[in-house]
């Protein structure tokens, strides 16, 4: 499976994510596409790759018009919530501000809260890079041990050392450490990205094979090269199955028009897919089954979203057994821009291939062309061996060239 392997030497945020994510191959424009699904206007992304010291690496920069942005991170968090950004998005940056919002319930008093006078985009920051882990398909995140910094930070309570409480207590149970380096190299906001991400924290995992490093670059200059190193490669899947749940109920008395919001809101809990199935039920009512696959850490919040959205009085729930074909995304570049491609595959072995159907909606749409004409255009110029050869690859953005400057 897809993984990555994030070395926090200078410590981490969103935006130094972003800029190895994109100098492994997100497309800055397919950022900045993703983020006008939310109702802030003047989101602009900057990439260019900098030399940090005389190290190559990519700088992101994220803008949009202060006054538009919350100053809250729940509001955000709302806003993500109801835009049109994948589940994925949605479901991880909500486990995020959940990891932060436990954190200050803690430690805070009622009403406070970290974030307010920071840097709105630092928020912007963690919505992109999720957008980015998203496209290159990761499915393994892990990693280093996290540099901290040292010195003191700015806290509702006043002065206190790096890091600050509220970090301390999200990184709890995660390796890091703090040097002579004065600076808070991990706000809050870092720290709960590494936590609700990280699937492994320490050294390489084992089984991983590295296909290429990029560096992402933060914004000051430290005594350490200020960058975040991410190895992207391959985990070796031992086992293709897994165990999930399927929930399921039957309902002849609900307003057909509520299933699409019903949908959303189990695909933003967690929900691995939903679908509908048309049955007839006693006495000859038409009646629709509600299915729901989910693994076993979302499902209290699957369920309780049906009985609350739904008119049922009762649900199945089984234990299910799947199987998958191994599934990676790479991008591939068109005459109409950069497009993701699904393959999936046993072993060496292709199977199956298919481009991205939100990419080609919106190349469709930009262009004024017919969807299954871009779709057969792209899947016909690329040939199944070329998957074979570039499916592990990361793509790295030609159009960067080092300025030779320090940032």
């Not at 299915?291 to 649900?315: D, N, P, R």
């Amino acid at each position: 499976m897809r993984a990555i392997y994030l070395d926090c030497f200078a410590g981490i945020c969103g935006t130094m994510l972003l800029g190895a994510l994109c100098e492994a191959g997100v497309p800055a424009i397919f950022v900045e596409q993703e983020l006008q699904k939310l109702p802030f206007s003047g989101c602009l992304l900057t990439v260019r790759a900098i030399s940090k010291q005389g190290l190559n690496s990519c700088l992101a920069e994220l803008s949009a018009h202060q006054s538009d942005l919350p100053d809250s991170l729940h509001e955000t968090a709302c806003i993500v919530a109801r835009s049109s950004l994948s589940a994925y998005v949605k479901n991880r940056f909500n486990e995020i501000v959940d990891c932060v919002t436990a954190a200050e319930t803690k430690l805070l008093p009622a009403g406070s809260s970290v974030y307010k006078g920071y840097d709105k985009t630092e928020i912007l920051g963690i919505i992109s890079s999720l957008i980015g882990l998203e496209y290159l398909g990761i499915q393994h995140i892990a990693f280093s041990p996290l540099h901290v910094g040292s010195g003191f930070v700015e806290s509702p309570f006043g002065l206190l050392p790096v890091p600050s409480p509220v970090t301390s207590e999200i990184l709890s149970g995660i390796p890091f450490y703090s040097t002579v380096l004065v600076g808070e190299l991990v706000t809050p906001l870092g720290a709960a990205l590494v936590a609700t991400l990280g699937s492994q924290f320490g050294s390489l995992p084992a089984g991983f094979h590295s296909k290429m490093i990029a560096y992402g670059a933060g914004k000051s200059d430290l005594a350490v090269v200020n960058v975040l190193r991410v190895y992207v490669g391959e985990i070796a899947v031992e086992s293709d199955h897994c165990n999930v749940k399927v929930v399921e109920t039957n309902i002849d008395d609900l307003n057909p028009q509520i299933y699409g919001y019903v949908m959303e809101r189990l695909f933003a809990a967690g929900a691995s897919d939903v679908y509908l199935t048309a049955l007839v039920m006693k006495k000859g009512r038409p009646g629709t089954k509600l299915t729901v696959i989910v693994q076993e850490k979302y499902l209290q919040g699957i369920v309780k979203i049906m009985f609350a959205e739904t008119s049922t009085v009762g649900m199945r729930i089984f234990d299910c057994d799947t199987v998958h074909l191994e599934r990676i995304i790479t991008s591939i570049n068109t005459q109409w821009g950069p497009v993701r491609v699904k393959t999936g595959k046993i072993g060496d072995e292709v199977l199956n291939v298919s481009p991205e159907y939100e990419d080609l909606k919106r190349i469709a749409q930009e262009n004024n062309i017919s969807l299954k004409q871009i779709y057969a255009t792209i899947l016909g110029e690329t040939s199944t061996a070329h998957y074979r050869n570039k499916q592990t690859e990361g793509v790295i953005n030609d159009n960067f060239k080092p300025d030779n400057g320090s940032e």
